[in-house]
């Protein structure tokens, strides 16, 4: 069961009583998670004490969804519940911590959003989790954070936590993706979906990137057929594997392997909402273990279109959601490896993308040499927000600074001819002004006396989610050359990227 009007947020923290990062959280948490979950794959149904619903004031505007599969370290719970209040205007989250033995989920975020004018969730988080794993008022209260949502589908966003372990607070922030949690799936026959796995600072090395996946349901048992690849496209070893789905303190959930005994390194938990968007949450502690998708991590998902997708359509279309580079941790005053995010706005000759353009051609077969070829006509320009003030810069997709920056161009490239929706030789450019460069402080090549930008090979699905175009990204350290992004020393440093975009509603 559910817990209703606990705060949704896309940050999960798990955090030892010490404070400190915990270096096998993975085990605790699987150890509480089979205690609160009480995954009745196998038919037993009494196995503890469930979540006692509180009645909310809007019946019939309260979206309820599960969280994953984004994991910044360790430290991070990536299992829970989730709630937006469309009528109050309140999220909430609530998860299993580690230093807690409660068998049901216990309040992580609690907060109340605004509606941006461009489309984002303005959200100011009053309770929130620090690393002692407490729940705390904050005071003044957190803002900063940001949501996309498709209301009844599932959400993206980059809520925020506290680091109290030590000297000043300090904030930081994680993503994470959230698909409807209300029922198990129940498909006639085997429904056909696509996903790209979530980077990870800790997977530099893939075993595989996206790839497609096969369900198919009888009663509990819900089967997984994947085909995973990396970029470039390799097809990797595919698998059969079966899990299954149960009602539980986190939503109705499928969970593999199927049995109630799994520990943190293998237990990997599924939700597929009616919409067709997917999520799982999966971190492995073993390169043996590669879950239901073919990665030791999680996946994020569509269903496979009904029919090839219309390119210019979505290229036309506008989007909101959020760049992932967990390895760019170049700080300013805030979390640069993860930044809200805009596309659809700026076109390849708009005045805001001249700095983009101007360095991918100075490193396109000169310079650094690290732009292969130019964007092509299926691309979409666009980057986050940047907005500066008195304490140094910010990521503000408030629209109040105006639209986002022109910084990163996501090449599509050919729709697969077998799969409808798979873009599997899509690009991603970096021009000279992606942060914690810009304009005024351009990326230069050391060496070359020229300023600096990167392609490198990616792979996209796109699909629609009720009725809304979706686009999911992923470029991989493994790939050659490797997707990299400039560190503070203006070098390209290889590493995985996840860019992950709803269609703005309006």
């Known amino acids: 069961m559910v817990i209703t009007r606990v705060p949704y947020t896309f940050r999960q923290m798990v955090a030892n009583t010490s404070g400190k990062k915990i270096q096998g959280s ?9 205690l609160g ?19 909310s004031s809007s019946a019939g505007l309260v979206d309820s969804y599960f969280g994953g599969p984004f994991t910044a370290n360790v430290s991070d719970l990536g299992t829970s519940s989730s709630t937006f209040d469309h009528a109050a205007k309140q999220i909430g989250v609530s998860g299993f911590i580690t230093n807690q033995l409660a068998q049901v989920p216990t309040a992580i975020i609690s907060g109340t959003y605004v509606a941006a004018d461009t489309g984002f969730l303005s959200i100011t988080e009053n309770l929130a989790t620090t690393s002692s794993g407490a729940l705390r008022a904050q005071n003044p209260p957190l803002g900063g954070a940001w949501a996309v949502e498709i209301p009844g589908a599932g959400a993206l966003a980059n809520l925020l936590s506290v680091n109290n372990s030590g000297g000043a607070p300090s904030v930081t922030a994680a993503p994470t993706a959230m698909a409807e949690n209300t029922a198990c799936p129940n498909f006639s026959s085997p429904a056909q979906f696509l996903y790209v796995t979530v980077p990870g600072a800790n997977l530099r090395h893939d075993s595989a990137d996206y790839g497609i996946v096969n369900i198919g349901t009888q009663g509990a048992a819900v089967t997984f057929d994947a085909q995973p690849f990396l970029v470039g496209p390799v097809q990797q070893a595919s698998s059969t594997v079966t899990g299954g789905c149960s009602n539980t303190n986190l939503g109705a959930l499928t969970a593999y392997p199927l049995n109630s005994f799994g520990f943190a390194s293998n ?37 496979e279109p009904s029919g090839p997708v219309d390119v210019g359509a979505v290229i036309s279309a506008k989007f909101n959601g959020f760049v992932y580079a967990p ?3 170049v700080h300013q005053n805030y979390d640069v490896t993860v930044l809200a995010s805009a596309f659809g ?19 396109n077969g000169k310079g650094a040499g690290t732009v292969a070829v130019l964007p092509s006509a299926n691309s979409l320009f666009g980057g986050e927000f940047l907005a500066t003030s008195t304490t140094g810069a910010t990521n503000d997709p408030s629209g109040a600074t105006g639209s986002e920056d022109c910084d990163v161009a996501i090449d599509l490239g050919t729709q697969d001819s077998a799969t409808n929706g798979l873009f599997p ?44 175009y979706v686009i999911f990204v992923v ?5 050659s050359p490797p997707a990299g992004l400039p560190d503070q020393f203006g070098n390209r440093q290889p590493q995985p990227v996840g860019i992950y975009l709803f269609q703005k509603a309006h």
């Not at 009616?274 to 239901?292: I, Y």
């Open 345 to 363: 706005d700026h076109t390849a000759t708009s005045p805001a993308c001249s700095a983009l353009q101007s360095s991918l051609v100075a490193n």
């Open 327 to 329: 390895l760019n941790t």
């Open 425 to 468: 030789n899509a690009a991603v450019f970096i021009g000279s002004n992606y942060p914690p460069y810009s304009v005024a402080n351009p990326w230069n090549c050391g060496g070359t006396g020229s300023i600096c930008a990167v392609s490198f090979p990616a792979a996209a699905v796109v699909g629609q989610v009720q009725g809304q």
């Open 26 to 34: 993975e085990k605790m948490l699987s150890i509480i998670l089979l």
């Open 475 to 479: 470029a991989s350290a493994d790939s």
């Open 267 to 303: 237990l990997e938990l599924i939700s597929i909402g009616s919409s067709g968007f997917m999520v799982s949450n999966f971190t492995s502690g073993s390169s043996s273990d590669l879950g239901a998708f073919g990665r030791q991590a999680g996946v994020i998902g569509i269903a």
């Open 37 to 55: 979950l009480c995954f009745a794959v196998l038919g037993s149904s009494g196995c503890g004490q469930t979540a006692n619903p509180v009645t």
